[in-house]
């Protein structure tokens, strides 16, 4: 009992540490520095415990929890990405009066939430860490509660997430009633393509997951959550549960549903489709650069989950280098938001950005960065992303997919060039504040040196990734 | 050779476009000036060593480099053979007139204008030297973001437009290549052109292969109907924006017709002849046509432009010695003479801030320098012995009437037509009445322009006069492919036979 506890470590010191920071929030007065501070030590020192446990694969409780190279690695990602984003947004935070205590430490439980759904081997376990997350983003998007959009797009999210849940918890059971367990591996064993229910249990699922990455046509609620809720935690919604989304999705085709892969490819293929479509078309005619990440996102997650239709190892892979390096982007991107401050407040339109090149040319140059390489324009990392993905593709022969992607990133260029043109083109009307966050600069800069360099090195995400399937 | 000069090459223009980037504002950025001008030129120089340092009797590649990249599977290899080093030399030689037009033309943000061109010649030299398919795409996409940026932060008045049409067209061209790249990738295990060399490409998919190749360099070279794109990016990018684009940029799709279409799908090559033959056909006499009818200079030289890459085209695929080596000869001499003729029409706006036809007129009397120049390369345009026009259009044409009578008979009419324009746009231009009274206070031509457009009519006329070095340069190579195209040609006959 006492071994199973120490692989349980990751989650242990984070729960403890939780409860803990929780206490010295509630006990000390203008606790919010403190506790953020305490945040990112926290963040910091998980990381390191993740990296320091080896990357066998064991089981535990009986076989509900599992720890492999997989989960750590996703574990990992999420920790960093938290890190920068939660860094990057606190000067914004501390603007936008919204630098409660309880802010990191929600962030913290949803991490929580999150790293019992990648180890989970079971779906009770799965659907409790689901439940844990959506909880908190639940608040998260709320948080800003005197502001009429926040807490609207706090309750829209509730409401359309629930929903998700809900579909989700169905058809966890009808799995449970068909298949005679809850356990992945023995679902894996038991189903077969003669097994009707297991499918229609399936897609019950699928559409739970496909809402929480906001894949098409389960995105609705994107662009208004993302629009609403506070930029700090638009960043987050933007990059921390999508992560956590895909790497589900191909866990439960690697382990659940492996056996009744045909099926479920024909239906992520079309979400993929559908993503890579509306997320191209719909950017096109928003204002708002939050709106318009928010599409553009959709639009990623289509090409993400392009990787994932494969419905093999080297897809599979090409996903996760491809999220990973969304990651790096979109955390970047959103950085940019926090320096766009004119007056005290902060600009999100697309016109706020006009002729910035002039007064502020280092923040349009790493926008100008980051924009090209969502756009997926070489040498920058994003056109590695979307190759390694079209290749595993191109390897399994879906021709169609692949060059339906490939035209639609022409189209999203068009609107991702349109800031590029708003920025460089036209004429100065803006001068935004001089700010000083050191934060959110450094995470920019960081951003666009990984992306700019990557073209030197571009097989170290490769090596790593390999890494996660060898044991299986 | 262990010393990597070829990525010395490729980069040393990106490394003092950061020194550029690091470097503090002064007065008229003198710094920025002096550094790009003097990196361009010892690219130059070393390009110029690359050249001297050549094994021409020898058709293999030769400074090969070679360092694992992706996975160990997609190598970083480059190398040179005598067609990519014409190709290279040319870019190396155009860049440094450009920045040199730069210091007259461009007013406003000079430092980010030094950069975008020095980080595009990174990639243009990269394009040439490339000898793996993933990094010839990622050079050719690459090249894209600072020319999109040239035309569209330091354009005329539709520079939006211009922008938007030249990436969206040419990334819709180029897309469809890499699905190309990336299942003959899947087919034959590797990238690397060397080796696809040898393995040959199963007959069967050449020609949908072949198509997406041709979708890209179409777009990029360009051939009718997809040339629209290019009058509108000529005539709203600025002076040195339009030189690089008519020099260079429209050089790499007929530098890709000769190093992937041709050697990698031979069989689909010679099937698509007849549409190459059709397209080009109709790009030299209808945009001839409609270079006639233009008002604005550097729309008429644009359409020109796409005039003479019709014969490049014709030229490439007759697969005769002389229509191939004609056709580089005439890339060569285009890049030339269109740079330059762009520089003069950027000689005149620099001053009269129109690029009308019907604003000037008369020039000759008060600009007697620059219109013996403007007559010398406008007579090297449309042909006139003695001059690199008139080698590279003969060679193609007598390329093609080995090939096919009427195709050479119907490319012959595009030769007087651009004559017809040529003449009158210089009839307009210099000659005639004066028409506009502010002509009468202009300057004449001032060091810099003299250097830049004489250096640019010597080597047109020397090497109108004097072709050896160029030919002798490509010679090995042509033979080389051509003798491999018909190889594998006869080889699949040969199976089909059995």
């Known amino acids: 009992m006492i071994n199973n506890l120490n692989i349980l470590l990751p989650e242990i010191f984070l729960t403890l540490s939780i409860f803990t920071i929780l206490m010295i929030g509630v006990f000390t007065k203008k606790s919010f520095n403190l506790v953020f501070n305490l945040t990112s030590f926290i963040i910091i020192i998980s990381i390191i415990i993740i990296l320091n446990v080896s990357d066998k694969t064991v089981k535990i409780f009986l076989d509900s929890f599992i720890r492999d190279s997989f989960s750590n690695f996703f574990k990992i990602l999420i920790l960093i990405a938290s890190l920068f984003v939660l860094n990057s947004s606190k000067n914004f935070i501390i603007d936008r009066n919204i630098n409660k205590f309880e802010y990191p430490i929600i962030v913290l439980i949803s991490i929580l939430g999150m790293f019992f759904m990648l180890s989970s081997n079971d779906l009770i376990l799965f659907y409790l860490g689901l439940e844990l997350q959506s909880l908190s983003l639940y608040i998260l998007a709320s948080i800003d509660r005197d502001n009429l959009k926040s807490s609207e797009s706090g309750i829209k999210y509730f409401i359309l997430s629930a929903l998700s849940s809900g579909l989700l918890l169905y058809g966890c059971s009808l799995l449970y009633g068909f298949t005679g367990s809850t356990n992945f591996d023995l679902i894996s064993n038991s189903l077969n393509k003669e097994n009707t229910g297991a499918i229609f249990a399936m897609v019950f699922i699928l559409v739970g997951l496909a809402f929480k990455i906001s894949a098409v046509p389960f995105h609705m609620w994107t662009p208004d959550v993302y629009e609403g809720a506070p930029t700090s935690i638009t960043s987050f919604f933007a990059v921390v549960p999508k992560v956590t989304g895909l790497a589900l999705f191909i866990k439960f085709m690697f382990i659940p549903f492996s056996s009744i892969l045909l099926e479920w490819q024909s239906i992520i293929i079309f979400i993929s489709i559908a993503s890579m479509i509306l997320g191209a078309l719909a950017a096109i005619v928003q204002k708002n650069v939050k709106r318009l990440l928010a599409y553009s996102s959709i639009g990623h997650i289509g090409y993400a989950l392009a990787g994932v239709a494969t419905g093999v190892v080297s897809g599979y892979e090409s996903s996760i280098i491809y999220i990973t390096i969304y990651v790096v982007m979109n955390v970047g991107a959103f950085s940019c938001l926090y320096l766009m401050k004119k007056d005290g407040k902060y600009r999100e339109n697309i016109s706020d950005l006009s002729g910035i090149s002039k007064k502020h040319p280092l923040l349009s140059i790493s926008l100008l960065i980051i924009l090209f390489s969502l756009a997926g324009i070489p040498p920058l990392g994003g056109f590695f992303a979307k190759f390694y993905v079209f290749s595993s593709v191109l390897e399994q022969k879906m021709y169609a997919l692949a060059i339906i992607g490939l035209l639609t990133t022409v189209i999203s260029a068009f609107y991702y060039l349109r800031i590029i043109k708003t920025m460089y083109f036209d004429d100065s009307i803006i001068t935004y504040d001089v700010v000083k966050n050191k934060l959110a600069q450094t995470t920019i800069l960081i951003s666009c040196s990984v992306l700019i360099t990557f073209f030197l090195y571009p097989s170290v995400l490769n090596k790593l990734v390999n890494s996660l399937f060898a044991g299986q | ?498």
């Not at chain 2, 996409?141 to 539709?158: C, D, Q, T």
């Open chain 2, 1 to 498: 050779m262990n010393f990597p000069i070829l990525s010395t090459l490729i980069f040393l223009p990106m490394v003092s476009a950061l020194f550029i980037f690091l470097s503090k504002e002064q007065k008229n950025n003198s710094s920025a000036t002096y550094i790009s001008l003097f990196s361009s030129i010892a690219t130059f120089v070393l390009s110029l060593f690359v050249w001297y340092s050549l094994d021409l009797s020898s058709p293999e590649f030769q400074f090969i480099e070679e360092k694992s990249w992706v996975n160990d599977y997609i190598k970083f290899k480059l190398g040179v053979d005598g067609i990519s080093i014409l190709f290279i030399v040319l870019t190396t030689l155009i860049t440094p007139i450009c920045i040199i037009s730069c210091i007259n033309s461009v007013k406003e943000r000079i430092k980010e204008f030094l950069i975008a061109i020095l980080i595009l010649e990174t990639f243009m030299i990269g394009v040439f030297c490339s000898l793996d398919l993933v990094i010839f795409y990622l050079f050719f996409e690459a090249g894209l973001i600072p020319m999109f940026l040239i035309i569209g932060v330091w354009g005329g008045p539709k520079r939006v437009y211009s922008a938007f049409k030249f990436f969206l067209f040419t990334l819709l061209g180029s897309v469809l290549m890499l699905v190309a790249i990336i299942v003959i990738y899947w087919l034959t295990g590797t990238t690397d052109i060397t080796q696809i060399y040898e393995i040959k490409i199963p007959k069967e998919y050449q020609n949908l292969l072949w198509l997406a190749f041709f979708s890209s360099f179409a777009v990029k070279t360009p051939m009718w109907p997809v040339h629209t794109w290019l009058p509108d990016a000529h005539v709203e990018a600025p002076t040195a924006g339009s030189v690089i684009l008519a020099a260079i940029l429209l050089k790499m799709a007929g530098y890709g017709f000769l190093r992937f279409s041709i050697p990698l799908f031979p069989v689909a090559s010679e099937f698509f002849t007849p549409l190459i033959y059709t397209l080009s056909i109709i790009a030299i006499i209808y945009t001839s046509l409609v270079a006639l009818m233009q008002e604005d200079m550097k729309k008429l030289i644009a359409y020109s432009s796409v005039a003479h890459m019709g014969y490049v085209t014709l030229g490439i695929f007759t697969f005769t010695k002389q229509g191939v080596e004609g056709s580089i000869f005439q890339m060569i001499s285009h890049g030339l003479i269109s740079a330059a003729l762009f520089l003069c029409v950027g000689v005149v706006y620099d001053r009269l801030h129109s690029r009308l036809i019907s604003s000037y007129g008369g020039l000759v009397n008060y600009l007697p320098k620059y219109s013996f120049l403007f007559v010398v390369f406008a007579l090297a345009a449309l042909g006139l012995p003695g001059t690199t026009g008139f080698l590279g259009e003969f060679l193609v044409l007598t390329g093609s009437f080995q090939k096919n009578y009427i195709v050479a008979m119907l490319a012959t009419i595009g030769v007087i037509l651009g004559a017809g324009y040529m003449l009158w746009l210089t009839k307009r231009v210099i000659f005639g009445e004066i028409t506009n009274e502010k002509i009468k206070n202009f300057k004449d031509t001032n060091k810099l322009e003299i250097f830049m457009l004489t250096t640019l009519a010597s080597l047109v006329i020397f090497f109108g006069f004097y072709p050896a070095p160029l030919i002798e340069t490509l010679d090995v190579s042509v033979n080389n492919l051509l003798m491999n195209y018909e190889q594998s040609l006869n080889n699949i006959k040969v199976v089909s036979n059995d």
